[in-house]
């Protein structure tokens, strides 16, 4: 896993460039923005619990035939409930990881690679599973700003990466 540093270091080396005004500016960035990602880390490890239950409790509220019997009641069952939060918590964990990293690598490594071919197998409906990834940055967002930090625009990348990444493949 890769943080942001690491990364546009590992770039310059492979290219055998000098860090210029554009890295360097990136990385002053990078260590500006520090706090408000620990900060962002920090709400999201104090609140996870309730950030799942909430997240969870309006992707149902707004898609309640995902909780009927048939074809689309992906979470019918409390197995497919329990496995559909399971699901979530990984997302915004690795969304933290992510965070703090300043830097999505992690969640094409550890969480998207094969991901969408795993539920295709599975039935799992994807177009859920983005609206539940959308609502936890929502969430988060808001958790966040009540940490303290004015600008939560950074807090969208992990999340839209990996709806990004789950709503490119048609279901």
Request: proline share 3%.
């Amino acid at each position: 896993m890769r943080d942001a540093l690491t990364s546009l270091i590992s770039n310059y080396d492979i290219s055998g460039r000098y860090l210029d005004r554009n890295a360097l500016d990136s990385i002053k960035s990078y260590f500006a923005s520090g706090l408000a990602r620990i900060q962002a880390a920090k709400a999201i490890n104090a609140n996870a619990a309730s950030i799942i239950k909430q997240a969870g409790s309006q992707l149902f509220e707004e898609l309640p035939e995902l909780l009927q019997p048939g074809n689309n009641g992906n979470a019918y069952t409390t197995r497919r409930y329990a496995a559909c939060l399971r699901d979530m918590d990984y997302y915004l964990r690795y969304a933290s990881y992510a965070l703090v990293a300043g830097n999505t690598d992690v969640l094409d490594e550890r969480v998207l690679q094969g991901l969408r071919e795993t539920y295709n197998s599975l039935d799992v409906p994807i177009g859920p599973t983005v609206r539940g990834i959308q609502i936890m940055k929502e969430i988060v967002k808001a958790q966040v700003a009540d940490a303290g930090v004015a600008d939560t625009s950074f807090v969208d990348a992990p999340f839209e990466h990996m709806a990004s990444d789950l709503s490119e493949t048609s279901v």
